[in-house]
Structures are given as structure tokens and as C-alpha cells.
């Protein structure tokens, strides 16, 4: 190969070789910064409510027409669905990986389109919310107030109406859940009082159709040849509590008005009060933020700190944010080990290299090498679009070791020549790469090929071989060009003809060199003499490769299999299920105990406790949910690493918590598959039977996977039997009265169920305006001796018309692709995978599933 060029224009390999470092710098800065490549599939989330319903209607009236339309939309691979008996419906739509989420969503919402028809005419009211988001946190923040000068409905309210749409304009969010409830106007009916004034829930609804609307009246003097013209306008929605106290009801002839606080009692509240929120143990909102698929979690991340930082400043005196969880912690914290371990790796290698080659100036010339390929594979990395991940970062850690041996093999060429007499480093420099530049494409080519076929492999554990196989494909391929270029010219320029000086005294590093030289040969002596034994006997170094060969198979099947390792994120999630039908006071009793056993760990540095959900579960009176915000790494010793202080809440949880379970788990390491880490398992139920016979097997397969010594935990927040009520409408006797079953049914949902019957507008924001029976005219099956419906010009006792009677149900049912399905989520034991984890669950499926 024509090398002469390069020995001989020093300047140009010099130049060549800067370009390439500037090259890298620009495309080190230009690179997003991520913990992993973007692995996660698309997902789209559909979502509404049918307020009042219990879940097994809200499956059969909302998500059952739903998936039908949904099912079949290109790209998909999966889909989930969850209803509760809090009446919310969701849908999880998964996709291909990299199938373009802007077409998933489009075609999903031209799909939900399609059932809107189909829907109960409440959910359509509300609005059916299709949605591009993760499945996992990004951020999990609350507002709270550290005096306990604010109340919760106030710091809700703040937070979604001067926090959330800033986060909400933060590119690549795709969603962030308060929860909490927005202000609406509600009404409290009195169902004794109505009775008394012949009144049910629907007279309030039209009432307020009729009176709480926007009007357009129009205009006077329009092409009326006038010289003014003038706008009508009507006062439009109300606004106050006092506003819609006037709403008059009725009134007769004689002047007696029937007004809306004559019946029931108005204030400002919430849409609903199905969650709680404390951060500290004082009053807060929380907030989860999840992203879109594609976007650059670190970015969104930052972004969403960022609007916090803006939102701290204007925030009243009493308020504070708090940042449970943050990504970013963890990936900064890792990339800063891992750029520790490279300077460290630089080190050793410069050290070895040094020790061996016993010459400074021929030391340098590698060690210039190493930064000059590895910063360069920045700008390769941005030109096929990666990131700089932990994957990327690791590969640069291994390929310093390989991207030093080709100036190595340089600089030893030319010290060859030299050896031989040459007087000149030049000369010996241009006759060296003569001999060698084609080997050194060679062994490069060779190199790459062993890594680039891997970057082909599909799916999830594709993606990480590509971002791996890639950056040492390129960093190799850069080593050689340096090779090629500047190596030489530097041999020509450092490096100095042999001379001996057998005379001159020897310094303490040339007694050094004389030492490990000494011991290094008696060393390869020894391997020469073992390799000789091993070349005479052929039967026996065939016999040690095949038995190696062996035991790496036998290892390879044996050695525990997982996609990522679970670490210490700094973050702990904590689920709490109390028995079915508790109420929510009775679960917040026990949250508050659970709280001040974590505020006693020196560990924990901050808790948020959310009450009426479960990452698990979803909504429920008898869930809570725990972020746990442990301290900097720096400020915890190895005692007190996650999974230390996960084995001590479990111990102070099971001696002071006895009414509920407790599960703690680790947040995911990769973004976008689940909420939790560990493992989630759907068993479905493909033959639509009863739910109680599903349920049995379920229990079958629990206990014999926690049997098992891979599993240290697997659970299930499905529970078949939450005490309910059954409503028997009499037929007959509705039809005797002159009245139909839908009016008795919808008496019970204005009182009971509550409805969303109007708008109004305040602080600039539109609000629902909630009927419901005051909550101590509800308490109890006796309260439905006060309700009443209206038979012709008489008011009869609704009880004339049902009946009551106990049975259990669950309080969520989900499905996955269409059938009814139990999730079972779980954590795999110490010293095992997830890897063993899955065959555990396989073998016992085979065993105990029909």
C-alpha cells in the first residue's frame, strides 16, 4: 500500500487526525443522551368514563365495542384493557417497534370513531381521550404544602391549572396524570326534600338545560342602514355556587318559586373524590409524566425540570415542589461511573503499554491513538442515528483495548526496522508500513466483521447488539485509519535509531525494565515449554479444547438469562391492598401507619402516598400507591442500597401492619415496558366462562409459582369477591305504575351514581357540574327509603320497584387481546433472573393451568 504520503506530510496525518477529533466533538454535542437505546414498542391509550358504572358495565357498554373496532389496526401486536367500579375504562394499544406513533394514533382515534355510536350516551358526554404514551414514569412530582396552609382541593387545582399545561407544551410528553380532580360544581341533592316537592334527579337536569346554557341573540341595526350597530348578549353558563342556588326549579301563577338551594345543597368541590394525595405526611397533588414513543427521555425530562424550576418561582408562600422521581438521577449517576471506568481503562492501558514497549516517546503513540478513534466514533454515532447510552459508553470501555493494538502493531514494526540497523526513523517507518498496511485492513476488516453481522439481529435484544456492535465496528475502523496515517508519521517523528550504550549506568527505570524483562522471559519459557508438550500431544490439547467446549455450553445453558440487571435507581414503589370492600378512610389509616414506618428509615429522604390508586390495580378505595425517594448514592453506604432498604420496610411493615399487604418494588430499568420491574404474566381466559371458576385456577397457579425457588414474590390484585349489591327492577309492577325500569334506573344514578349533567366556566377553564344525593343521604341500603319516583301526579317509594341483594364481584376487570385475563406481576429471587424467572413460570404453567 502506498503509505509514503502520510510519513512524508506529517502535517497532513496531524490534520487528518484533528479533523477527526472535531468531528467527534460536534457529534458528542449534537447526541441525545439516554440510559438506553429507544427499545420501547408505540402505545396508545384510550380512556373515559362512565361515571356510576360498576366495572363488569363498564366492560360490556364501553370497552367491549371499543376493542372491536380497535382490534386489527395495523402495526398492532397487542392490546390490554382495564374497567373499574369507579366507571373508568382504558385501553393500551401496543404497536411494532418503530411503527410510526402519529399513524398509530390516527388510525386508533379513526377506530374509536367508528363506536362512538355505540357508547352510552354518559360516556360520549364525557368524551372518549385517545393518547401516544409510555406505559412508564418519566417524572413523578407533587405539590404540596409544607405548613398545611393550603388545603388538598386548592393545591389541585393550582397544580392543574398553572403547573400541568406548561408540562403538557414540554416536547415528547405524552401525558401528565394528576392525581387529583379538577373544581366542579356540586350539587348535593336531598332526596327526603324533593320527595316532598314531587321531584326527581331528571327535573334538576332540565332545569339546568334550560337556564345554565350560552345564548347567541344576535345583533341589532345589521344592514339596517343604521349609523350604530349593536351586539345582543346574554350572561351566558353560571359561574358561582350562589349563581346556580338561584336556578329556579319551579314556579306558579300564585308567585311561589322553588329555587335549586331549596333542594339540595351547592358548593365548589371536586369532580370526584376518589384520591388522596400526602407528600411528607402533609397535604399534596402528585403528578405522573409519561413520554411519547421516539421522544428523548432525558430531554423530556429535563424539560419537565425545567418547567418546575419556572413554576417555583411564582409559586404562593406555603407551596413547594417535590420530585420523587427522576430518570435522570440514575442515568447521569451511571454514564459518570461509566466515563469513570474509561479514564480508568485509559490508564491501564497506557500503563501496560508503557511497561512493555519500555519507551516513552513509543508509548505516546498509542496513547494518541485511543482518544483520536474514540472521540471520532461520536460523529459515526451520530450519522446512523444512536445515542450516547450505556451501551454505546461500554462498548468505548472494551474498544480501547482493541483500538491501541493496531498503533501498537506500528510502533513495533518500526522498531523492527529499526533493530535492524536503520539509521533512519523515516525510512524505517515508510519500509515497516510496506509490510504491514495491508495486514493491519485485514485484521481490521476481520474485526468489523465479527461485530456488524450482530447489529442485524431483530427485536428488542437486536437493538442492544446494534448499538454495541456498531460502536466497536466504527471505533475499529477509525483505529486503523489512525494507523494508516498518523501513527507512522509520529514513529518517524518521536522515534530514535537503536544505539547501545553498554557503558552508562542504568536509572531506576532502566533497573525496572531489566527486572520485568528478566521475569517476562522466564514466564514465556514456561509457555514455551507447555506449548510444546501440547504440540507433541495432539490427543490431549484436542481432548482439553473439546472439554472447554463443554463446559462453556454447560454454562451458557445454566448461567441465569435477563434483558438488564435490576439496579439501584434511588427510587422505590411501594403498592398497598387492603381487603376487599375497605373503605377509604379505613385504607388511608393504614397508608398513614405504613408512612411513618418509612419516615423512621434513615435512608428514605422524601415519600409521596397516593390513596384510591395502585400502579398494579388501577383505581380502588382499597389501594394506596408509595413513591419512595431514597437518598444520593453518595449519602448511602452498601447497607443501605435499595434493595437493603426494600428487605427492611418488608420487616417493619410485617410487624406493625396487619389489615392490609404491602408489595415494594423497583422501578423499570428500560422506559416504555411496564410500571414495576420484575415480571408480568397475562392468564387468559379463552373460553368466557365464569369468572369464579377463572379465579380458582388462578389460585392453583399463584401457589405453585410461590412454591417455586426462582420467584421471591408473585401476587395479583384480581379479587372476585368485593362485597356489592344486585338491583332487581320489577318489571311488572313499572309497568303497572305507568312508569319504565330506565326511569327507576336513572333516579338511582342521579342519587347514587352522580351524573355529569353541565358546564361551567371559571378561572379560564371549562368545568363539569356534578348531581349527586348528599353523601349521608347514601351511606347506606336504608337511605333508598327516602328516594322516590314520580307515578303520575304521586310520589312512590322506590323500593316499590327493586329489590336488593347480596353478591361479590371484583372491583377491576381486565382483558388482554379481547379475553377476560388476571395479571400476575412478581419479583424473581436473589441469585436468580428473569430468565429463570420465565421458565419457573412456564414449567408450572404447563403443570397447573387446563
Same mark, same amino acid.
Given at each position: 500500500?502506498?503509505?509514503? $504520503?502520510?510519513?512524508?506530510?506529517?502535517?497532513?496525518?496531524?490534520?487528518?487526525?484533528?479533523?477527526?477529533?472535531?468531528?467527534?466533538?460536534?457529534?458528542?454535542?449534537?447526541?441525545?443522551?439516554?440510559?438506553?437505546?429507544?427499545?420501547?414498542?408505540?402505545?396508545?391509550?384510550?380512556?373515559?368514563?362512565? !361515571?356510576?358504572?360498576?366495572?363488569?358495565?363498564?366492560?360490556?357498554?364501553?370497552?367491549?365495542?371499543? +376493542?372491536?373496532?380497535?382490534?386489527?389496526?395495523?402495526?398492532?401486536?397487542?392490546?390490554?384493557? +382495564?374497567?373499574?367500579?369507579?366507571?373508568?375504562?382504558?385501553?393500551?394499544?401496543?404497536?411494532k417497534q418503530g411503527f410510526d406513533p402519529d399513524m398509530a394514533a390516527v388510525d386508533v382515534q379513526n377506530r374509536v370513531s367508528k363506536a362512538l355510536n355505540m357508547l352510552p350516551a354518559e360516556v360520549t358526554k364525557v368524551g372518549v381521550i385517545t393518547q401516544k404514551r409510555q406505559t412508564s414514569m418519566l417524572v413523578v412530582f407533587s405539590l404540596y404544602s409544607p405548613d398545611d396552609s393550603y388545603d388538598a382541593e386548592f393545591i389541585e387545582n393550582y397544580m392543574k391549572i398553572n403547573v400541568i399545561p406548561q408540562i403538557q407544551r414540554v416536547n415528547g410528553v405524552g401525558d401528565a396524570m394528576v392525581m387529583g380532580a379538577s373544581y366542579s360544581m356540586r350539587i348535593w341533592l336531598k332526596p327526603d326534600v324533593m320527595a316532598q316537592y314531587g321531584l326527581m334527579p331528571t327535573d334538576v337536569v332540565t332545569a339546568l338545560?334550560?337556564?345554565?346554557?350560552?345564548?347567541?341573540?344576535? @345583533?341589532?341595526?345589521? @344592514?339596517?342602514? @343604521?349609523?350604530?350597530?349593536?351586539?345582543?348578549?346574554?350572561?351566558?353558563?353560571?359561574?358561582?355556587?350562589?349563581?346556580?342556588?338561584?336556578?329556579?326549579?319551579?314556579?306558579?301563577?300564585?308567585? *311561589?318559586? %322553588?329555587?335549586?338551594?331549596?333542594?339540595? +345543597?351547592?358548593?365548589?368541590?371536586?369532580?370526584?373524590?376518589?384520591?388522596?394525595? =400526602?407528600?411528607?405526611?402533609?397535604?399534596?397533588?402528585?403528578?405522573?409524566?409519561?413520554?411519547?414513543?421516539?421522544? /428523548?427521555?432525558?430531554?423530556?425530562?429535563? &424539560?419537565?425540570?425545567?418547567?418546575?424550576e419556572k413554576a417555583k418561582k411564582d409559586l404562593p408562600k406555603g407551596l413547594d415542589f417535590n420530585v420523587t422521581m427522576n430518570t435522570n438521577d440514575f442515568l447521569y449517576a451511571s454514564i459518570e461511573e461509566v466515563i469513570k471506568t474509561l479514564i480508568e481503562a485509559f490508564i491501564l492501558v497506557f500503563l501496560v503499554v508503557y511497561v512493555f514497549l519500555q519507551d516513552l516517546r513509543s508509548t505516546i503513540i498509542p496513547a494518541i491513538a485511543i482518544p483520536v478513534a474514540l472521540i471520532g466514533t461520536f460523529f459515526g454515532l451520530y450519522l446512523i442515528g444512536f445515542s450516547i447510552n450505556l451501551l454505546t459508553l461500554s462498548a468505548l470501555v472494551l474498544a480501547i483495548a482493541i483500538v491501541v493494538d493496531d498503533a501498537i502493531v506500528v510502533v513495533e514494526a518500526v522498531h523492527a526496522k529499526l533493530d535492524e540497523g536503520y539509521a533512519s526513523a523515516k525510512q524505517a517507518a515508510i519500509d515497516a508500513m510496506r509490510e504491514i498496511g495491508g495486514a493491519i485492513v485485514s485484521i481490521t476488516l476481520v474485526m468489523m466483521l465479527v461485530f456488524v453481522p450482530v447489529s442485524f439481529m431483530p427485536g428488542t435484544s437486536g437493538t442492544f447488539y446494534q448499538q454495541f456492535g456498531m460502536t466497536m465496528a466504527i471505533a475499529i475502523g477509525l483505529s486503523a485509519l489512525n494507523a494508516l496515517t498518523l501513527s507512522p508519521a509520529l514513529c518517524a517523528v518521536f522515534l530514535r535509531p537503536h544505539k547501545d550504550e553498554p557503558g552508562k549506568k542504568k536509572n531506576i527505570v532502566k533497573r525496572f525494565h531489566s527486572g520485568f524483562n528478566y521475569y517476562y522471559g522466564k514466564v514465556l519459557n514456561h509457555y514455551k515449554g507447555y506449548a510444546n508438550f501440547?504440540?507433541?500431544?495432539?490427543?490431549?490439547?484436542? &481432548?482439553?479444547?473439546?472439554?472447554?467446549?463443554?463446559?462453556?455450553?454447560?454454562?451458557?445453558?445454566?448461567?441465569? !438469562?435477563? %434483558?438488564?440487571?435490576? *439496579?439501584?435507581? &434511588?427510587?422505590?414503589?411501594?403498592?398497598?391492598?387492603?381487603?376487599?370492600? !375497605?373503605?377509604?378512610?379505613?385504607?388511608?389509616?393504614?397508608?398513614?401507619?405504613?408512612?411513618?414506618?418509612?419516615?423512621?428509615?434513615?435512608?428514605?429522604?422524601?415519600? !409521596?402516598?397516593?390513596? #384510591?390508586?395502585?400502579?398494579?390495580?388501577? @383505581?380502588? /378505595?382499597?389501594? #394506596?400507591?408509595?413513591?419512595?425517594?431514597? =437518598?444520593?448514592?453518595s449519602e448511602r453506604s452498601e447497607e443501605e442500597s435499595a434493595s437493603a432498604v426494600l428487605a427492611q420496610v418488608y420487616q417493619m411493615v410485617g410487624q406493625k401492619v396487619k389489615d392490609g399487604t404491602v408489595i415494594l418494588l423497583q422501578p423499570p430499568m428500560i422506559s416504555g415496558y411496564s410500571a414495576t420491574s420484575g415480571f408480568e404474566v397475562k392468564l387468559q381466559d379463552r373460553t368466557g366462562g365464569d369468572i369464579n371458576n377463572f379465579f380458582q385456577i388462578y389460585q392453583k397457579f399463584i401457589a405453585a409459582l410461590n412454591q417455586r425457588p426462582e420467584i421471591q414474590q408473585a401476587y395479583s390484585a384480581f379479587n372476585p369477591t368485593f362485597p356489592q349489591y344486585m338491583i332487581d327492577v320489577d318489571v311488572v309492577k313499572t309497568k303497572q305504575? &305507568?312508569?319504565?325500569?330506565?326511569?327507576?334506573?336513572?333516579?338511582?344514578?342521579?342519587?347514587?351514581?352522580?351524573?355529569?349533567?353541565?358546564?361551567?366556566?371559571?378561572?379560564?377553564?371549562?368545568?363539569?357540574?356534578?348531581?349527586?344525593?348528599?353523601?349521608?343521604?347514601?351511606?347506606?341500603?336504608?337511605? %333508598?327509603?327516602?328516594? =322516590?319516583? $314520580?307515578?303520575?301526579?304521586?310520589?312512590?317509594?322506590?323500593?316499590?320497584?327493586?329489590?336488593? $341483594?347480596?353478591?361479590?364481584?371484583?372491583?377491576?376487570?381486565? $382483558?388482554? /387481546?379481547?379475553?377476560?385475563?388476571?395479571s400476575v406481576t412478581g419479583m424473581p429471587n436473589e441469585g436468580y433472573s428473569n430468565g429463570d424467572a420465565i421458565n419457573a413460570i412456564r414449567e408450572v404453567a404447563a403443570e397447573t393451568l387446563p
Open positions: 500500500m502506498k503509505l509514503d $504520503r502520510f510519513i512524508n506530510r506529517p502535517v497532513l496525518s496531524t490534520v487528518i487526525s484533528i479533523f477527526i477529533v472535531i468531528l467527534g466533538i460536534i457529534g458528542m454535542l449534537w447526541l441525545p443522551i439516554t440510559q438506553y437505546p429507544d427499545m420501547a414498542p408505540p402505545t396508545i391509550d384510550v380512556s373515559t368514563t362512565y !361515571t356510576g358504572a360498576d366495572a363488569q358495565t363498564v366492560l360490556n357498554s364501553v370497552i367491549a365495542p371499543l +376493542e372491536e373496532q380497535i382490534n386489527g389496526a395495523e402495526g398492532m401486536t397487542y392490546m390490554e384493557s +382495564e374497567a373499574t367500579n369507579t366507571g373508568s375504562a382504558g385501553i393500551t394499544v401496543y404497536f338545560s334550560e337556564q345554565n346554557i350560552e345564548a347567541a341573540p344576535g @345583533q341589532f341595526g345589521e @344592514q339596517g342602514n @343604521q349609523s350604530f350597530q349593536y351586539v345582543m348578549r346574554y350572561k351566558g353558563r353560571l359561574v358561582t355556587p350562589e349563581e346556580f342556588e338561584n336556578i329556579v326549579i319551579r314556579a306558579t301563577s300564585d308567585g *311561589e318559586v %322553588l329555587y335549586l338551594k331549596d333542594i339540595a +345543597e351547592l358548593e365548589l368541590g371536586r369532580e370526584t373524590y376518589g384520591f388522596k394525595n =400526602k407528600t411528607n405526611g402533609h397535604a399534596a397533588v402528585s403528578a405522573m409524566v409519561m413520554q411519547t414513543a421516539g421522544s /428523548n427521555a432525558t430531554e423530556v425530562v429535563a &424539560g419537565v425540570l425545567a418547567e418546575l501440547f504440540i507433541r500431544h495432539k490427543i490431549t490439547s484436542f &481432548g482439553i479444547v473439546g472439554a472447554s467446549i463443554v463446559g462453556l455450553v454447560m454454562l451458557m445453558v445454566s448461567t441465569s !438469562t435477563a %434483558l438488564v440487571p435490576t *439496579e439501584d435507581t &434511588g427510587v422505590l414503589l411501594g403498592m398497598v391492598s387492603m381487603p376487599p370492600g !375497605t373503605s377509604m378512610e379505613k385504607t388511608e389509616k393504614t397508608l398513614d401507619e405504613v408512612d411513618k414506618i418509612l419516615a423512621q428509615i434513615p435512608a428514605v429522604d422524601s415519600r !409521596t402516598e397516593i390513596l #384510591g390508586y395502585s400502579i398494579i390495580a388501577g @383505581q380502588g /378505595n382499597n389501594y #394506596g400507591t408509595f413513591f419512595i425517594r431514597l =437518598k444520593d448514592w305504575a &305507568g312508569i319504565s325500569p330506565s326511569v327507576v334506573l336513572s333516579t338511582l344514578q342521579g342519587y347514587y351514581g352522580g351524573m355529569y349533567i353541565s358546564n361551567f366556566n371559571r378561572f379560564g377553564k371549562l368545568y363539569r357540574v356534578m348531581m349527586q344525593a348528599d353523601p349521608s343521604a347514601r351511606i347506606s341500603p336504608e337511605t %333508598l327509603n327516602q328516594v =322516590k319516583v $314520580r307515578v303520575g301526579t304521586e310520589m312512590a317509594p322506590i323500593t316499590n320497584f327493586i329489590s336488593l $341483594r347480596r353478591v361479590y364481584g371484583p372491583d377491576v376487570i381486565n $382483558r388482554f /387481546n379481547m379475553f377476560t385475563s388476571i
